[in-house]
């Protein structure tokens, strides 16, 4: 079967609004850190540089650091792990947003459907591990799908009895359910 013949049943794109929301919360956080915190010091040598009263320069000068490192990792990483998700005939696809493409067939697919999010992982993956490698491992390898963030909600009922009718193992987890 090739690629480029085949015709997803669903595609399920991203509101990039509330993507850009995101990024544009978090850069301003970075650029006041380095600016305010970080450039003043490595200008000067001096932690005594930073605009701030005595006692709250050194927790300052930390926080920035912790930031300037952090936040673009936390850009860069949600930007690998969001895009386009594509339900084809036999497998799901995840085209990321920076050129990542996770692959997962129906018969080796374990799907948790949570309240706001469908959860889609590689049975072999998480089988026998425990609860901080299968956290790494569903941020690392899975597909998560935010059902907020979607642009159109119409396909989401389509997108759960597809699943629920293909994938390997299905797990509802939404409070609905459980009642």
């Excluded at 990039?16 to 990024?23: D, E, G, T, V, W």
């Excluded at 299968?134 to 009922?157: C, F, H, N, T």
């Amino acid at each position: 079967m090739e690629a480029h013949t085949d015709v997803p049943y669903i595609a399920l794109r991203l509101n990039r609004k509330k993507i850009c929301h995101l990024i544009g919360l978090l850069l301003p956080i970075f650029f006041f850190a380095f600016l305010w915190g970080i450039l003043p010091v490595l200008m000067t040598g001096d932690i005594e540089s930073i605009p701030m009263k005595p006692y709250n320069q050194k927790p300052f000068f930390v926080l920035s650091c912790f930031a300037v490192m952090i936040f673009p990792t936390i850009i860069i990483l949600t930007l690998r792990r969001l895009g386009t998700v594509y339900l084809y005939q036999d497998r799901v696809v995840l085209k990321c947003y920076l050129g990542s493409l996770r692959i997962i067939f129906y018969s080796q697919m374990h799907v948790l459907l949570e309240d706001q999010k469908v959860n889609i992982y590689h049975v072999k993956d998480i089988e026998q591990k425990k609860w901080l490698q299968l956290q790494w491992i569903m941020w690392a390898k899975g597909i998560g799908i935010p059902l907020p963030w979607l642009q159109s909600m119409e396909d989401v009922p389509r997108t759960v009895a597809l699943l629920k009718e293909k994938a390997f193992r299905f797990e509802d987890l939404r409070s609905s359910a459980k009642r």
